[in-house]
């Protein structure tokens, strides 16, 4: 084993079994009809050991949201350097793009929509632990950008919801649907590479 590569714990060992239990079941089975107990048996720890990491099944739902980002690279450090949004946003683009086109992302986005009369509590938990914090993100790392002068976002926000749109594309409304995307794939990573161009030549003050 490398000297640099880290060792995780038992504790991180047994949340990581939790979180992959549980990521399997709410694609499979939907929220509503997930139980703390299966998701303790899948991942082969005590009901107790997944009440000791997730205090309730709502945090267990949002914790594995805010993971499939974390595993993808979607987090504040991708945003780090306000110096160079075109490599940046870039990168961010061809991340994010993964995450919301995986079969994972699709399972759970339908889940909470056709769930969404009966149990709306679920749509809210999904988009504050995904898209809610996704924007936050952009709009954080737009107004550090803007400082340095090159771009001007008037609305961070309405900034992040423009670039987190375009980066759904054709490919995106297709899975919806559950329509075939193989056509797609070829062009995908010039649709987004062209979209962030597009998007900071809009912003851009020189």
């Known amino acids: 084993m490398p000297m640099n590569t880290p060792v995780m714990s038992r504790s991180e060992q047994k949340r990581d079994q939790i979180l992959l239990a549980a990521k399997e079941l709410f694609c499979e089975q939907g929220f509503p009809n997930t139980s703390m107990d299966e998701v303790a048996k899948l991942a082969g720890v005590s009901k107790q050991t997944v009440y000791s990491h997730f205090g309730c099944k709502d945090d267990l739902f949002v914790a594995s949201i805010e993971s499939k980002c974390i595993m993808h690279g979607v987090n504040d450090e991708m945003?780090?350097?306000?110096?160079t949004p075109e490599t940046t946003l870039a990168m961010f683009a061809k991340h994010f793009g993964e995450v919301i086109t995986s079969p994972e992302a699709i399972t759970v986005f339908k889940a909470c929509v056709s769930q969404a009369d009966t149990h709306p509590e679920i749509s809210k938990l999904f988009y504050s632990a995904g898209p809610e914090n996704i924007l936050g993100l952009l709009s954080d790392y737009f107004i550090k950008v803007a400082e340095l002068g090159n771009y001007q976002f008037d609305n961070p926000h309405h900034c992040a919801v423009r670039f987190c749109l375009l980066m759904f594309g054709e490919m995106r409304m297709k899975q919806e649907l559950?329509?075939?995307?193989?056509?797609?794939?070829?062009?995908?990573e010039e649709y987004l590479s062209g979209s962030v161009e597009m998007f900071l030549s809009a912003y851009k003050t020189n």
């Open 178 to 188: 559950g329509l075939d995307i193989t056509e797609l794939l070829p062009d995908r």
């Open 79 to 83: 945003l780090a350097d306000p110096s």
